[in-house]
T-cell receptor, first 116, second 114 residues
Framework: AQTVTQSQPEMSVQEAETVTLSCTYD???????LFWYKQPPSRQMILVIR??????QNATENRFSVNFQKAAKSFSLKISDSQLGDTAMYFC?????????????FGTGTRLKVLA | NAGVTQTPKFQVLKTGQSMTLQCAQD?????MSWYRQDPGMGLRLIHY???????DQGEVPNGYNVSRSTTEDFPLRLLSAAPSQTSVYFC?????????????FGDGTRLSIL
């Protein structure tokens, strides 16, 4: 069975500093995708960044980057120069293919608060 | 530029009532899915569909029905609402399994069962 674990229920960071959110997963699949979604108080689910498992290079999107360690099954999100607008719930998600379709497994989320 | 549209945004039901949560997308996505979000549990898959006329169960399907008569619409039906179904419900869509594109989410429906 596929599982996704986010071990940090809550975190806080000072504005302009850097914070890393952890995510580990368990799977026997070799081809899969990993995503980080952000859910601000508005409740929308917004894609932050994605990583294909077959790519060794870590994905980067502006201030957001990942540290993907496939052998360790780890997919952490680093937010640089944190901004007040980064305050949100962050979900790590794993997508795998099964029986001709695909499914997503979400972690339980990390609530991040950026402090002024 | 609508994306995924969910209605209603909020709903209060009494135990035993039935209702349908609507979900529509205008991106010609084949894959659509319903999740529920509960505190401390992330998002859990209820049902999903890989195309019109094809649906399948997710992780927590009991008490819910779905149908997919068109590519655009994927309604979720609560047959007899129970307090345990109080949750926030998200509909999502994406392209086919062969695409690396992520899911697009609706804004969610907050449902309370009294």
């Amino acid at each position: 069975a596929q599982t996704v674990t986010q071990s940090q229920p809550e975190m806080s960071v000072q504005e302009a500093e850097t914070v890393t959110l952890s995510c580990t997963y368990d799977t026997s699949e070799n081809n899969y995708y990993l995503f980080w979604y952000k859910q601000p108080p508005s409740r929308q689910m917004i894609l932050v960044i994605r990583q294909e498992a077959y790519k060794q290079q870590n994905a980067t999107e502006n201030r957001f980057s990942v540290n993907f360690q496939k052998a360790a099954k780890s997919f952490s999100l680093k937010i640089s120069d944190s901004q007040l607008g980064d305050t949100a719930m962050y979900f790590c998600a794993f997508r795998y293919t099964t029986s001709g379709t695909y499914k997503y497994i979400f972690g339980t989320g990390t609530r991040l608060k950026v402090l002024a | 530029n609508a994306g995924v549209t969910q209605t209603p945004k909020f709903q209060v039901l009494k135990t035993g009532q039935s209702m349908t949560l609507q979900c529509a997308q205008d991106m010609n996505h084949e894959y659509m899915s319903w999740y529920r979000q509960d505190p401390g549990m992330g998002l859990r898959l209820i049902h999903y569909s890989v195309g019109a006329g094809i649906t399948d169960q997710g992780e927590v399907p009991n008490g819910y029905n779905v149908s997919r008569s068109t590519t655009e619409d994927f309604p979720l039906r609560l047959l007899s609402a129970a307090p345990s179904q109080t949750s926030v419900y998200f509909c999502a869509s994406s392209r086919t399994v062969y695409s690396n594109q992520p899911q697009h989410f609706g804004d969610g429906t907050r449902l309370s069962i009294l």
